[in-house]
């Protein structure tokens, strides 16, 4: 997948505006300006020039003089960038990782073709359609280009199976494959319910309502809505999610820009979750849609945000496809929550100051100290109770939690990045698998009962020195509760699916307590302090 920005010479963006000019009505001496260059360019340049390249290279130039989110994607990439907001794709079903060149089944996606003939986590792809697959130095992008394929096409694979002691061959039939944006939901308590939400996709309010009633009907009355690390997605989907919250007639949202005009919406009908107290958790890394909801949820003194305040992207783009199959998202107005809060944080300080803003907030303590937390800036905004809230720079919460970095270590870093725990979870759930079902036989036994002992972590250790990371005794105790939890929390993937993980890494955080304290809100009356709605 490529977002291309990268600094490229004046002329390269002329000839670019060139070809753009010829599209649409503009200025007729700057076309002509630009035409005349581009048919100087095409006649006299020294050496011979890809057009096609220099296009693409001067289209983002010309972009990244605009915002940090008006992108360019090329016709080969779109189908790719586009597909997590679809909500599907067509292939095998399966989520893989690549490590010391051997290709693992992490998931068999729950209604897949892969998992429907039995292919399972922790399977090893020894070869596709004949050729060799293990050893053989496939990339991300080469499995992915042999498995993935139009609906009714078939794929043979051949597999490695703990227990088994000849390869197992299947011939899969590609089909549909949802991408689902729900990550997680279950009874966190006693009358509360948990959902996490990865993206807001196509297919997110469908998964939502399912998972919603389904939790309703297991008597939950209170719910904590996960929106951390959901970098956006859909508007539209943000403002559904947002009318199964509020009232008839409640402003959700409005978007005006310099050639559109100031647009309201409303919430429009009975919500599936007007009633019973809410909690959004949102962090760094919420953005967008994640901000239109929570800013939605806060303004209307609906719901508590607890957590970090947001990443700040209030940019609405449109997708404009361009003549040969590319095409460009263009930012085309802000959003604006219903206080009138613009959500979007500066960018006059260039695209590569924008991205790298998070770290400021690491080096200048906001993540790590709540005394550290500062508004973006000072114009006040008030809530429909007449609470205070501050505009620009994300949404910044009602009960800030900041992270405890104490328990980090570059050790801990290593058996991250090399795939270390997930592999060695995957090995322990094949030689344990009956043993574990039949000892816990659902989530919630398995988080209450299941620990992660000295001798796991030697093995883990030790299996982590074959592969290359160097032992490290202070690094390891250091980081053990963490390496402790990120362990049980992989295996109770392999051993049932993501929101198992997200059960066991919620239950006990030591690096984030944003869920414990959004438990604590609607146990403390924080929640009626605050003069949340009901």
């Given at each position: 997948m490529m977002y291309l920005r990268k600094a490229l010479p004046a002329?390269?963006?002329?000839?670019?505006?060139?070809?753009?000019?010829?599209?649409?009505?503009?200025?007729?001496?700057?076309?002509?300006?630009?035409?005349?260059?581009?048919?100087?360019?095409?006649?006299?340049?020294?050496?011979?020039?890809?057009?096609?390249?220099?296009?693409?290279?001067?289209?983002?130039?010309?972009?990244?003089?605009?915002?940090?989110?008006?992108?360019?994607?090329?016709?080969?990439?779109?189908?790719?960038?586009?597909?997590?907001?679809?909500?599907?794709?067509?292939?095998?079903?399966?989520?893989?990782?690549?490590?010391?060149?051997?290709?693992?089944?992490?998931?068999?996606?729950?209604?897949?073709?892969?998992?429907?003939?039995?292919?399972?986590?922790?399977?090893?792809?020894?070869?596709?359609?004949?050729?060799?697959?293990?050893?053989?130095?496939?990339?991300?992008?080469?499995?992915?280009?042999?498995?993935?394929?139009?609906?009714?096409?078939?794929?043979?694979?051949?597999?490695?199976?703990?227990?088994?002691?000849?390869?197992?061959?299947?011939?899969?039939t590609r089909d549909k494959i949802p991408i689902y944006s729900v990550e997680a939901s279950y009874m966190a308590a006693p009358q509360v319910g948990y959902i996490k939400v990865s993206r807001f996709s196509a297919t997110t309010m469908k998964e939502f309502r399912e998972k919603l009633d389904e939790l309703k009907a297991m008597g939950m009355q209170d719910l904590i809505i996960d929106l951390q690390g959901n970098g956006g997605g859909y508007l539209r989907t943000a403002i559904e999610m947002s009318d199964e919250f509020l009232g008839e007639r409640k402003l959700i949202v409005y978007t005006e820009g310099r050639t559109t005009p100031r647009e309201d919406t409303f919430a429009t009908r009975e919500g599936r979750f007007e009633k019973g107290r809410l909690v959004v958790l949102v962090d760094e890394g919420s953005a967008s849609a994640s901000e239109i909801v929570s800013g939605a949820m806060q303004d209307w003194d609906r719901g508590l945000v607890v957590g970090?305040?947001?990443?700040?992207?209030?940019?609405?783009?449109?997708?404009?496809?361009?003549?040969?199959?590319?095409?460009?998202?263009?930012?085309?107005?802000?959003?604006?929550?219903?206080?009138?809060?613009?959500?979007?944080?500066?960018?006059?300080?260039?695209?590569?100051?924008?991205?790298?803003?998070?770290?400021?907030?690491?080096?200048?303590?906001?993540?790590?100290?709540?005394?550290?937390?500062?508004?973006?800036?000072t114009m006040k905004y008030y809530t429909m109770n007449k609470r205070v809230v501050f505009g620009g720079g994300g949404i910044t919460p009602d009960v800030v939690v900041p992270i405890d970095t104490s328990l980090s270590s570059a050790y801990f870093g290593q058996l991250v990045r090399k795939g270390i725990l997930n592999t060695f979870a995957l090995t322990y759930v094949d030689d344990h698998r009956s043993e574990l079902h039949q000892r816990y036989t659902n989530v919630g036994a398995y988080a209450n009962g299941f620990n992660v002992g000295e001798v796991m972590l030697d093995a883990l250790e030790a299996y982590a020195a074959k592969e290359g990371v160097t032992p490290d005794p202070e690094g390891l105790d250091r980081s053990r509760s963490l390496v402790a939890l990120r362990l049980k929390a992989l295996i109770a993937r392999d051993l049932w699916d993501t929101s198992a993980y997200w059960q066991v890494i919620n239950a006990d955080n030591p690096v984030d307590r944003s869920f414990q304290r959004a438990l604590e809100a609607l146990a403390d009356n924080s929640y009626q302090r605050l003069g949340m709605s009901r």
């Amino acid at each position: 997948m490529m977002y291309l920005r990268k600094a490229l010479p004046a002329a390269a963006l002329l000839f670019s505006l060139a070809v753009l000019g010829q599209q649409q009505s503009q200025d007729p001496s700057t076309v002509g300006k630009l035409e005349s260059l581009l048919y100087h360019i095409d006649r006299m340049y020294v050496d011979d020039v890809d057009k096609k390249q220099l296009v693409d290279a001067a289209i983002v130039r010309m972009l990244e003089e605009l915002d940090p989110h008006s992108i360019y994607i090329p016709k080969e990439d779109l189908e790719e960038v586009n597909e997590p907001l679809k909500g599907n794709f067509e292939g095998v079903g399966i989520q893989f990782n690549i490590i010391r060149d051997t290709i693992y089944v992490v998931d068999a996606i729950a209604g897949g073709p892969s998992e429907r003939l039995g292919i399972r986590a922790g399977d090893r792809i020894l070869a596709i359609e004949g050729e060799n697959a293990a050893g053989a130095g496939f990339k991300n992008s080469d499995v992915m280009k042999r498995l993935r394929g139009k609906k009714g096409t078939k794929v043979q694979v051949s597999i490695s199976r703990k227990g088994e002691s000849a390869p197992l061959d299947f011939v899969i039939t590609r089909d549909k494959i949802p991408i689902y944006s729900v990550e997680a939901s279950y009874m966190a308590a006693p009358q509360v319910g948990y959902i996490k939400v990865s993206r807001f996709s196509a297919t997110t309010m469908k998964e939502f309502r399912e998972k919603l009633d389904e939790l309703k009907a297991m008597g939950m009355q209170d719910l904590i809505i996960d929106l951390q690390g959901n970098g956006g997605g859909y508007l539209r989907t943000a403002i559904e999610m947002s009318d199964e919250f509020l009232g008839e007639r409640k402003l959700i949202v409005y978007t005006e820009g310099r050639t559109t005009p100031r647009e309201d919406t409303f919430a429009t009908r009975e919500g599936r979750f007007e009633k019973g107290r809410l909690v959004v958790l949102v962090d760094e890394g919420s953005a967008s849609a994640s901000e239109i909801v929570s800013g939605a949820m806060q303004d209307w003194d609906r719901g508590l945000v607890v957590g970090r305040r947001s990443f700040g992207k209030g940019l609405v783009q449109r997708p404009v496809m361009l003549p040969d199959g590319s095409a460009v998202r263009l930012t085309v107005s802000r959003y604006y929550t219903p206080s009138g809060r613009s959500i979007q944080k500066s960018y006059e300080e260039g695209v590569d100051a924008y991205r790298q803003e998070k770290g400021h907030r690491m080096a200048n303590g906001e993540l790590t100290s709540e005394e550290s937390v500062h508004p973006a800036d000072t114009m006040k905004y008030y809530t429909m109770n007449k609470r205070v809230v501050f505009g620009g720079g994300g949404i910044t919460p009602d009960v800030v939690v900041p992270i405890d970095t104490s328990l980090s270590s570059a050790y801990f870093g290593q058996l991250v990045r090399k795939g270390i725990l997930n592999t060695f979870a995957l090995t322990y759930v094949d030689d344990h698998r009956s043993e574990l079902h039949q000892r816990y036989t659902n989530v919630g036994a398995y988080a209450n009962g299941f620990n992660v002992g000295e001798v796991m972590l030697d093995a883990l250790e030790a299996y982590a020195a074959k592969e290359g990371v160097t032992p490290d005794p202070e690094g390891l105790d250091r980081s053990r509760s963490l390496v402790a939890l990120r362990l049980k929390a992989l295996i109770a993937r392999d051993l049932w699916d993501t929101s198992a993980y997200w059960q066991v890494i919620n239950a006990d955080n030591p690096v984030d307590r944003s869920f414990q304290r959004a438990l604590e809100a609607l146990a403390d009356n924080s929640y009626q302090r605050l003069g949340m709605s009901r």
